[in-house]
């Protein structure tokens, strides 16, 4: 498996963090996108929008297939910290340093907008 940073997700991240486009607190477990959701936006928007919501990709997977896109971040209209969060600790577990990283920025930007800097 080779699963590395989705360099556009994290670009749509900061973006979207950047215009205010995320929510600090939110239950991520009721939050996530469902299968059905997610095949609405694909539906929607295209594979390469769909992208752009997942931290890293594994490039052993087709592009146009869900398989290929890991670590959510949102709910395909706004960044969600907790989603972050999830993402980060997910990454860490299975020792994606690459993919921790780029989530902890994403979160220290929230936090800095939030004006909860460390």
Known sequence: MAIKVNQAAVRHA???????DYVFNSDWSE???SAEEENAFIERRGWAAYGE???AEDTTENEDTKGRYKFPYGDFKKVH?????AAKQ???QYDYAEIERAADEL????D??????S
């Open 14 to 20: 900061r973006r979207l963090i950047e215009a205010g």
């Open 81 to 85: 910290r907790d989603g972050v969060i």
């Open 31 to 33: 939050r996530q996108p």
């Open 53 to 55: 919501w997942y931290l």
């Open 107 to 110: 979160l220290q930007l929230i």
């Open 90 to 92: 997910r990454a860490a």
């Open 112 to 117: 800095k907008k939030e004006g909860r800097e």
